[in-house]
Every structure is written in C-alpha cells, then in structure tokens.
C-alpha cells in the first residue's frame, strides 16, 4: 500500500501497536503533520512500520505518544527505512527506545529535535538502534532524556550510527551513558 498525509492531525488514539499508523510492506509520506496524545500497548506508540516498508517524513511532530510494554514512543521501526526531515518529538515514552525504536532498520534523521523523551524501564531515552540497524542523524538535539538503565540520549548496540553537527544535552541514565552508550 502507499499512504500520504499532508497538514493533518492525528490525535487521542488507542491502539495494540502501532498507536496512530501501522504500517506492514507499505510506503508512507507525511508532510507538515502532528500525531498527539496517544497509546500503544505493544510497539509504535505513535508509529509502527515492519518488514521493508519505507516511511518519508518532512515537518512532522510527534507529542505524548507512548508504549506501554513495547519499543519506541514515537516511532518504532523493524526491518525498514525511515527518513525524517525536521522530525521533532517530546514527552514521547516506551519500555524502551524512548522516542525512535530501530531493530534492524534504516533510520535516517534530519534536524530532528527529541525532548523530554524516557526508556521508562531499559535503554535508549531519546534513541535505541539495535541488531545490524543503521542510523545516520545530520543536526539532531537529544535534550532532557532518560533512560532507566543505560543510554540517556542514545543506546546504539550492533549498530552503525553516526552523528554530524549533533548535540546530545542534559539527559540522564541511571546506569550509565548519560549521552550515549555503544
């Protein structure tokens, strides 16, 4: 399937996973939209995407959204490419990869903004990058997150990450790695 959002809002939503949009071999483009102020049980509070889709985001901003016993607050992608262009989430939280989520994924961010986002019982507050995942981030802030274990900011493990013109501020882990953890 191919799915495009443009200056739209999504709010107050409950879901298994993937809160707001579950996306399984689709292709997904939104532009200037907001998803807010919602509930995924499983993975994806705001976003869930699977098994090679490809997500293209431009302007888009993720508020309040959480997993409750899944990956990724507002985002959560495995096996997948996502791309985002002044992408900004806060007060986004999960089991773990506060805001982004990626299992063997293609994450690739520009100027993107995550605050106040928390790994409310493992890594990765602002970002978790796992399993064979490549994540390339151009002028990301990672400010005012937690993780309850290791990785206030980011948590990248068996994973290719690189950062450019990047700052990782005043987050906290309670274990170690306040910025970052590898």
């Known amino acids: 399937s191919q799915v495009e959002f443009e200056r739209t809002h999504i709010t107050n939503f409950k879901a298994c996973s993937g809160g707001a949009l579950y996306m399984v071999q689709s292709k997904l483009n939104i532009t200037s939209t907001s998803i807010t102020n919602g509930i995924s049980m499983e993975d994806g509070g705001g976003m869930f995407a699977s098994k090679s889709s490809s997500i293209v985001q431009t302007e888009t901003r993720f508020t309040g959204c959480k997993s409750l016993r899944g990956s990724g607050g507002a985002v959560s992608v495995s096996d997948s490419m996502f791309h985002a262009d002044r992408f900004q989430a806060e007060k986004s939280e999960a089991y773990h990869g506060g805001c982004v ?38 002028q990301l802030r990672v400010y005012e997150s937690a993780a309850s274990q290791y990785g206030g900011g980011v948590f990248c493990s068996d994973s290719a990450c690189t950062f450019i013109n990047s700052e990782l501020t005043a987050n906290t882990a309670m274990s170690g790695g306040a910025a970052l953890c590898a």
Do not use: D, P
């Not at 520009?110 to 409310?120: D, E, P, R, V």
């Not at 493992?122 to 990058?129: A, E, F, T």
């Open 101 to 138: 989520f990626s299992n063997k994924g293609r994450v690739y961010l520009n100027s993107a903004n995550f605050s106040a986002c928390k790994a409310q019982y493992s890594y990765g507050g602002g970002i978790l990058s796992l399993r064979g995942s490549l994540l390339r981030a151009n």
